[in-house]
């Protein structure tokens, strides 16, 4: 047992639409803490849509490969479904996260990661996350993102997008713009741009317009289930 480190069990939870360098921050911290760190990829259940265009095993190949991950011994990486969708983030999501946590390695986080996510805060009853240490990566609103990365692939930008993402995934370049390619809505975003603006603030132009629609119908979704 390595006794530098602060905590045993770290736990870093996104969807990771693919990872990128400020994904590779959060998990780098959690590494640098906990003797063992556990990854879960959110929104298993979904591919091919606006958010989630990759498969899941697109997005844990991807982090295997940034962390080399040949066993299981210090990081391990699940996939773990919304209960509705990525917005239904209640203390009940806190309490599924802490189930599947459990499931995986027989106890709850002692360290959890975040990012600023204005959503973090609604995750966890404060009984759920007692004994548990909270640790948030600031990150600044003008800096990389899972939609400009998938944007730069849109575009076929390769030399900028592997500024925005490790070095260890380049390789994955063709694969990774061939799937998103194949999603009809990113097809559709690709045909407006090349009408209008084919560029990064063009693109974050559209992308947000079929965002907002998309959040829309989920919340809706959600309501109609609650």
Known sequence: MDTEKNFNLGVVCGRFGHIHNAHVLLIESSIKLCEKTLILVGSAQESK??????????????????????????????????????????????????????????????????????????????????????????????????????????????????????????????????????VPVYNEIYKQLTSSNMSLDGFMKVYKTYEQKDKLEKLKMIEKIQ
């Not at 009940?92 to 204005?118: H, I, P, T």
């Not at 548990?132 to 939609?147: F, H, K, Q, W, Y």
Request: charged letters at 30%; proline letters at 3%.
């Open 49 to 182: 849509t606006l958010r989630n265009p990759f498969t899941i095993e697109t997005r844990i190949k991807a982090i295997k490969e940034v962390f080399n991950v040949k066993s299981e011994e210090s990081i391990m990486v699940r996939g773990i479904n919304d209960l509705t969708n990525e917005f239904d983030v209640t203390a009940k999501w806190g309490k599924y996260v802490k189930s599947q946590v459990e499931r995986y390695c027989n106890k709850f986080a002692d360290l959890m990661v975040y990012g600023n996510d204005e959503l973090r805060g609604k995750w966890f009853d404060l009984e759920d996350i007692a004994n548990t240490a909270e640790l948030i990566i600031p990150r600044n609103p003008n800096s990389v993102s899972a939609t400009k990365v998938r944007g730069l692939l849109l575009m076929d930008k390769k030399d900028l997008w592997e500024e925005y993402t490790p070095e260890s995934i380049h390789f994955m370049y063709n694969d990774l713009r061939e799937e998103l390619m194949s």
